[in-house]
T-cell receptor, first 114, second 112 residues
Framework: DTGVSQDPRHKITKRGQNVTFRCDPI?????LYWYRQTLGQGPEFLTY????????KSRLLSDRFSAERPKGSFSTLEIQRTEQGDSAMYLC????????????FGQGTRLTVV | AQSVTQLGSHVSVSEGALVLLRCNYSSSVPPYLFWYVQYPNQGLQLLLKYTTGATLVKGINGFEAEFKKSETSFHLTKPSAHMSDAAEYFCAVSGDDYKLSFGAGTTVTVRA
C-alpha cells in the first residue's frame, strides 16, 4: 500500500468555477477525513466518513462544498462557485476505527483561486 | 469538545541543542494526543501518539513527549537537534470520534 493519495496536487482556477478533488485512502481504512489548511494555520476539520456514510460536517463546510465516498472507497470533495477565500491546502486522511488509531494524511491538494 | 494551544509559533535552536515544543490541550473526554510534522508543501507525518498507559511516549526520529494530565500538557522534546528537524510541528487532540483538533503549529529552524 502506498498510503493516502490525493489528486491533483495543485489546482489553479478562476473565481466562480467548480473544482473537484479526489482522495484514495489506505485500502483497509474505513474512516476518511477532509481537512483544510490555510497559510500559517493548523488543519481544520471539514467532514468525515465511516465507510460510505458521511457522519459529520463542520460548519466551515458551506453549501458550496460537497463530499462523497461512494462504496466506501475513494472520496471526492467538490467546491462549487469557488471564491478567493477557498484558496487553501485541502488534506485527506484515513484511519481504521481501532482504538487509538492514528490518521494517515495524503500530501494534499493546493487550491489557488484567482 | 477538544482544543489545543501551542505556545510559540517559532522556535530557533542550534544544531545539537535541545528541542522543546509546548502543547496544552483541553478535552471534555479522556484525550488521544498526537504530534505531527509537516515539511513544505507536504502532508502531515505522525511523530508519536498517546492513547493510554505509559505517559512518556517515544516516537520517530528521536522525539518523545510526556502526557501530564494534571497540567493538561503534551510537550514534545528531542535531546539533540539535527538540521533535518527543520519543519512545522503540530500538536493535535481527539476524543471518541477520532476527529482531530490541531494547534496553530510551531515552526522549527535549526542553526548550524
Amino acid at each position: 500500500d502506498t498510503g493516502v493519495s490525493q489528486d491533483p496536487r495543485h489546482k489553479i482556477t478562476k473565481r466562480g468555477q467548480n473544482v473537484t478533488f479526489r482522495c484514495d485512502p489506505i485500502s483497509e481504512h474505513n474512516r476518511l477525513y477532509w481537512y483544510r489548511q490555510t497559510l500559517g494555520q493548523g488543519p481544520e476539520f471539514l467532514t468525515y466518513f465511516q465507510n460510505e456514510a458521511q457522519l459529520e460536517k463542520s460548519r466551515l463546510l458551506s453549501d458550496r462544498f460537497s463530499a462523497e465516498r461512494p462504496k466506501g472507497s475513494f472520496s471526492t470533495l467538490e467546491i462549487q462557485r469557488t471564491e478567493q477565500g477557498d484558496s487553501a491546502m485541502y488534506l485527506c486522511a484515513s484511519s481504521s476505527d481501532a482504538y487509538g488509531s492514528e490518521a494517515f494524511f495524503g500530501q494534499g491538494t493546493r487550491l489557488t483561486v484567482v | 469538545a477538544q482544543s489545543v494551544t501551542q505556545l510559540g509559533s517559532h522556535v530557533s535552536v542550534s544544531e545539537g541543542a535541545l528541542v522543546l515544543l509546548r502543547c496544552n490541550y483541553s478535552s471534555s473526554v479522556p484525550p488521544y494526543l498526537f504530534w505531527y510534522v509537516q515539511y513544505p508543501n507536504q502532508g502531515l507525518q505522525l511523530l508519536l501518539k498517546y492513547t493510554t498507559g505509559a505517559t512518556l511516549v517515544k516516537g520517530i526520529n528521536g522525539f518523545e513527549a510526556e502526557f501530564k494530565k494534571s497540567e493538561t500538557s503534551f510537550h514534545l522534546t528531542k535531546p539533540s537537534a539535527h538540521m533535518s528537524d527543520a519543519a512545522e510541528y503540530f500538536c493535535a487532540v481527539s476524543g471518541d470520534d477520532y476527529k482531530l483538533s490541531f494547534g496553530a503549529g510551531t515552526t522549527v529552524t535549526v542553526r548550524a
